[in-house]
């Protein structure tokens, strides 16, 4: 890979304050070109460059778009095709050799793997540094976020260019995964290596945020403010993603639990959601795990999720897609469907959005700016897969826990057979996952032969992005 372009630059530092004050961290955005000499001697430097981290994955190359509601969702069909924008018909008609589509695949994985250079870079000072430059814990939480999301990172970019563990992937070479900051090349590792690599971080990062605060008894602001980060729950919802992915249930079901006991992360209040503007909960933030600061959203999304001028194009869904996905019978009390559609039409006809990202601009700050990367319905959902076959009616359980959240009345039966939960819980990501950029995922994971809304017939070629040609040229 092009991995000299990425070492040689200089490192990007988005400066940002890690205090106790989530407002003082996402307030600040001037950006500066750092030399790396002086960076590296305090712990307000690790600081500063781990925060640089976390605001370049906001940006539209990464979690800010195209691994949520962009690429990603294009993939997975979460739009129709008469009302997509150009850039993206070819995705969402898998035409991979495009120069479009591999335009954004070229962006992806350059601003992936130059974050991953960054927390290298900071992993390899922190096991040289002098550790009583630091203050309490900080070298334990800085080190274990650093690790949590180098592990992050390579498992998203395999989950997207590599064969799945159910498709035979463990044999297949997929992506280099690069744990040394420096311009040699680096082969790409088969899908068995990159897994235990990224279990390996995240085991890592576990130890280290062993003691993280989330874990205590933290004031409203602080607990909000570690939800932005790369937490010791996060992680656990990392390994929960990860065991069921590589077809490991029962694993994946005790860290799924293990979040959903926790309390930390409670289902949103309705009061919240029913609230007007700017206090209107739309993309329900006491649930996130993990959530993804973008502090260009609302210019990174316009035209796409919201109209500009005239333009009939964008991400948009229909009447009749609504109905398919979100059930006739049980959408009118769904407050996934009742709250967060967008219906505009100030420019004629009306255009219809998937609204929970939606920024008003006066939105409040512990609303603004969030996107989410993971939320406790997940963890309810992988529960609920790892025990379809064993306790059927656990499985219900937590299903029903997650339908009665979105004042969903209707209650599954606990006679279920595994091949109905499982279906039950497909409608329930459809319902749950737009703009969140799970659902090309879940159907990959699951060898899904469809795609509702697009033509083909989904098989291992389909699902496995090719690498940008770019990356190809360089012999990988």
């Known amino acids: 890979m092009k991995i000299k372009k990425i070492i040689n630059g200089s490192i990007l530092i988005f400066f940002a304050l890690l205090t106790s004050s989530c407002e003082k961290f996402l307030d600040v955005e001037t950006k500066a070109n750092v030399r790396e000499e002086s960076l590296f001697k305090n712990e307000q430097g690790f600081k500063d460059a781990l925060n640089g981290v976390y605001l370049n994955m906001g940006s539209n190359s990464l979690y800010g778009r195209e691994l949520s509601y962009g690429y990603v969702d294009a993939l997975a069909g979460m739009y129709v095709e008469t009302g997509l924008s150009s850039s993206y018909i070819p995705v969402f008609k898998n035409a991979y050799a495009d120069a479009t589509a591999q335009g954004f695949t070229t962006r992806i994985w350059l601003g992936a793997y130059n974050n991953i250079a960054n927390l290298n870079n900071i992993i390899t000072k922190l096991e040289t540094i002098d550790r009583s430059l630091f203050t309490g814990n900080n070298y334990q939480l800085i080190k274990g976020e650093a690790l949590g999301l180098r592990a992050m990172l390579h498992f998203d970019l395999f989950r997207l260019f590599g064969t799945s563990i159910a498709n035979g992937g463990n044999?297949?070479?997929?992506i280099p995964y690069r744990t040394v900051y420096d311009a040699k090349i680096v082969g790409k590792s088969t899908g068995k290596e990159v897994m235990e690599k990224v279990l390996a971080d995240l085991n890592n990062a576990l130890v280290e945020l062993n003691t993280d605060p989330i874990k205590t008894n933290l004031s409203t602001t602080d607990l909000a403010n570690r939800k932005l980060r790369m937490n010791y729950y996060t992680v656990k919802g990392l390994l929960a993603r990860y065991y069921l992915w590589n077809n490991e249930a029962d694993k994946a079901k005790i860290a799924a639990v293990e979040v959903i006991n926790s309390g930390k992360f409670p289902f949103v209040n309705i009061n919240a959601v029913t609230a007007a503007d700017p206090n209107k909960e739309r993309v329900f933030t006491t649930e996130h795990i993990f959530g993804i600061y973008?502090?260009?959203?609302?210019?990174?999304?316009?035209?796409?999720?919201?109209?500009?001028?005239?333009?009939?194009?964008?991400?948009?869904?229909?009447?009749?897609?609504?109905?398919?996905?979100?059930?006739?019978?049980l959408m009118n009390t769904d407050i996934r469907y009742t709250y967060l559609i967008t219906r505009d039409n100030t420019n004629g006809p009306v255009q219809t959005y998937f609204g929970k990202l939606l920024q008003p601009a006066n939105a409040t700050a512990t609303l603004a700016k969030r996107i989410p990367a993971i939320k406790i319905p997940e963890m309810y959902y992988i529960a609920a897969e790892a025990l379809k076959t064993a306790k059927p009616d656990s499985a219900v359980f937590y299903l029903n826990a997650v339908r009665a959240a979105r004042s969903v009345t209707a209650k599954l039966s606990s006679t279920l057979t595994p091949a109905e939960i499982q279906n039950e819980i497909r409608k329930e990501y459809w319902k749950e996952m737009p703009l969140e950029g799970q659902m090309f995922f879940y159907y990959k994971r699951t060898n899904s032969l469809s795609i509702p809304g697009n033509t083909n017939t989904f098989n291992t070629a389909l699902y496995t992005i090719p690498l940008p040609p770019t990356e190809i040229e360089f012999g990988f």
């Open 171 to 174: 044999d297949i070479t997929a």
């Open 294 to 329: 973008s502090s260009q959203i609302a210019e990174n999304y316009a035209g796409l999720l919201i109209p500009i001028s005239t333009n009939t194009t964008g991400l948009l869904v229909d009447e009749a897609r609504l109905i398919n996905q979100y059930e006739a019978s």
